[in-house]
């Protein structure tokens, strides 16, 4: 499998089960939520902002997680430990810097989990599940055909 068939599954496809996960929450919640209107912020405002959010959120793991296609060269595929922090270091900084800002947020909020956490693992988990099982496969696949070439 190329290497554009697992960032499809690392990330593209994760993107777009996020994006497509908020815009049907967003759709139930203004068809059957409460329908107070103000001048001021509500619940029709903020869900443009956060669909910026994760809009950006995904674009930003997108962007950090090209590194992933450095394991073309063959000097980076054999070194496990190269290969891993190709594929996973930066969009894990990336991640982490995330959940470190709302784990801080929610011990000032004495742990108390609101919306806001909710958003945040809904807009990474996706992704650090997708990178690490991609990862995983790309290794066995890779352990498999070196196993394979040394048989001929």
């Known amino acids: ?35 107070y209107t ?28 090209l590194t992933l296609f450095f394991n073309n060269y063959m000097q980076v595929r054999k070194n496990f430990f190269l290969s891993a922090a190709c594929w996973l270091l930066l ?13 801080n947020q929610l011990n000032e909020e004495n742990g108390l989990v609101n919306e806001g956490s909710l958003f945040v693992l809904v807009n990474t988990l996706p992704f650090a599940m997708g990178l690490t099982l991609t990862f995983i496969r790309f290794r066995m696949r890779y352990s ?9």
Request: proline share 4%.
């Open 91 to 103: 969009p894990a900084i990336w991640i982490s810097i995330l959940l470190y800002g709302e784990i």
């Open 144 to 152: 498999r055909d070196v196993r394979s070439a040394g048989k001929i």
């Open 1 to 35: 499998m190329s290497l554009y068939k697992y960032y499809k599954y690392a990330v593209i496809l994760p993107s777009a089960v996020t994006i497509a996960g908020y815009l049907l929450y967003t759709i139930i919640d203004l068809s059957f939520g409460p329908k």
């Open 38 to 65: 103000s001048e001021w912020v509500t619940a029709n405002s903020m869900g443009a902002f956060a669909m910026m959010l994760l809009m950006i959120n995904c674009m930003c793991i997108c962007l950090l997680s």
